[in-house]
């Protein structure tokens, strides 16, 4: 009888044990989802939306002679933390330094004409796309032998050093110079301090547009497109949710064309 009674107690004990268990695997995945959701509820309750860009990469992200910090992506952030519900609040940082923000979280997303490619989706959320472009190659004014990307082989190209357009260069041959931005990569060329550089073509035209005297010219352009979106760490689904939700409504009622075609002329949203 003893036995019986003590195999009993065994039981219940053994049972409340397995379901403080059960609690406390329901509260872990409890704890996990209200993790996904905690950086959007943060940014509600902030009423600010930290955004991590460059701020000297026109037309996307720059500053105009006012001081202003303006640009495509910069309105397109602005717009989407309008529709959250929220203000877009910029954190200015060099591009090679932007992806550390976002991990350390300075910042809760960027926009900065990120790619989207497949090694970085391994480590990071992004937005649908919001804008396509091809890459090209920029030579001097007077460079008559560069006419494709395979002509780049061999020679010094300037790029930012975590860009989708390094990798380009890289890819066809081109040996490596470290810039900050764009501007820079332009200076070296017309200096002859480099051989070409490889960029976004959109870019390019704004600059050309902007400094008509430039003593450079496009001499190739990629035949596929690439696709830029917002950038965010893993985890916050549904943050990346409601950004795509404002971009998608943004498309439909005419404000990204809006947008699109005050910096560009013409509708640059993925086709």
Same mark, same amino acid.
């Given at each position: 009888?003893?036995?019986?009674?003590?195999?009993?107690?065994?039981? $219940?004990?053994?049972?409340?044990?397995?379901?403080?268990?059960?609690?406390?695997? =329901?509260?872990?995945?409890?704890?996990?989802?209200?993790?996904?959701?905690?950086?959007?509820?943060?940014?509600?309750?902030?009423?600010?939306?930290?955004?991590?860009?460059?701020?000297?990469?026109?037309?996307?992200?720059?500053?105009?002679?006012?001081?202003?910090?303006?640009?495509?992506?910069?309105?397109?952030?602005?717009?989407?933390?309008?529709?959250?519900?929220?203000?877009?609040?910029?954190?200015?940082?060099?591009?090679?330094?932007?992806?550390?923000?976002?991990?350390?979280?300075?910042?809760?997303?960027?926009?900065?004409?990120?790619?989207?490619?497949? =090694?970085?989706?391994?480590? !990071?959320?992004?937005?649908?796309?919001?804008?396509?472009?091809?890459?090209?190659?920029?030579?001097?004014?007077?460079?008559?032998?560069?006419?494709?990307?395979?002509? $780049?082989?061999?020679?010094?190209?300037?790029?930012?050093?975590?860009?989708?357009?390094? =990798?380009?260069?890289?890819?066809?041959?081109?040996?490596?110079?470290?810039?900050?931005?764009?501007?820079?990569?332009?200076?070296?060329?017309?200096?002859?301090?480099?051989?070409?550089?490889?960029?976004?073509?959109?870019?390019?035209?704004? !600059?050309?547009?902007?400094?008509?005297?430039?003593?450079?010219?496009?001499?190739?352009?990629?035949?596929?497109?690439?696709?830029?979106?917002?950038?965010?760490?893993?985890?916050?689904?549904?943050?990346?949710?409601?950004?795509?939700?404002?971009?998608?409504?943004?498309?439909?009622?005419?404000?990204?064309?809006?947008?699109?075609?005050?910096?560009?002329?013409?509708?640059?949203?993925?086709?």
């Amino acid at each position: 009888m003893k036995k019986w009674k003590l195999s009993i107690i065994m039981l $219940i004990a053994l049972s409340m044990v397995l379901a403080a268990c059960g609690q406390s695997k =329901d509260k872990e995945e409890s704890n996990g989802d209200s993790k996904e959701t905690s950086l959007f509820d943060k940014v509600k309750e902030d009423g600010e939306l930290l955004v991590g860009t460059e701020g000297t990469y026109p037309p996307f992200t720059f500053h105009d002679e006012s001081g202003k910090l303006t640009g495509f992506d910069v309105e397109i952030a602005r717009e989407v933390a309008k529709r959250l519900g929220v203000e877009a609040k910029f954190q200015e940082t060099q591009w090679d330094a932007m992806f550390e923000g976002l991990n350390s979280k300075r910042f809760d997303m960027i926009a900065n004409q990120v790619g989207i490619r497949e =090694d970085r989706e391994k480590k !990071y959320d992004f937005s649908k796309p919001y804008i396509e472009s091809s890459a090209v190659v920029v030579v001097s004014k007077d460079n008559k032998d560069v006419t494709s990307f395979e002509d $780049i082989k061999g020679l010094t190209s300037a790029q930012s050093l975590t860009s989708n357009y390094r =990798d380009i260069a890289e890819k066809n041959g081109a040996k490596i110079q470290g810039v900050e931005g764009l501007s820079q990569s332009i200076q070296l060329l017309e200096q002859g301090r480099v051989d070409v550089t490889v960029n976004d073509k959109i870019s390019i035209l704004d !600059y050309l547009k902007k400094q008509p005297n430039a003593k450079v010219k496009i001499a190739a352009e990629a035949e596929d497109a690439g696709q830029s979106g917002l950038m965010f760490r893993k985890g916050n689904d549904k943050l990346v949710e409601e950004v795509n939700k404002a971009l998608e409504e943004m498309m439909a009622d005419g404000t990204y064309k809006e947008i699109s075609d005050k910096w560009f002329g013409e509708d640059v949203s993925p086709k």
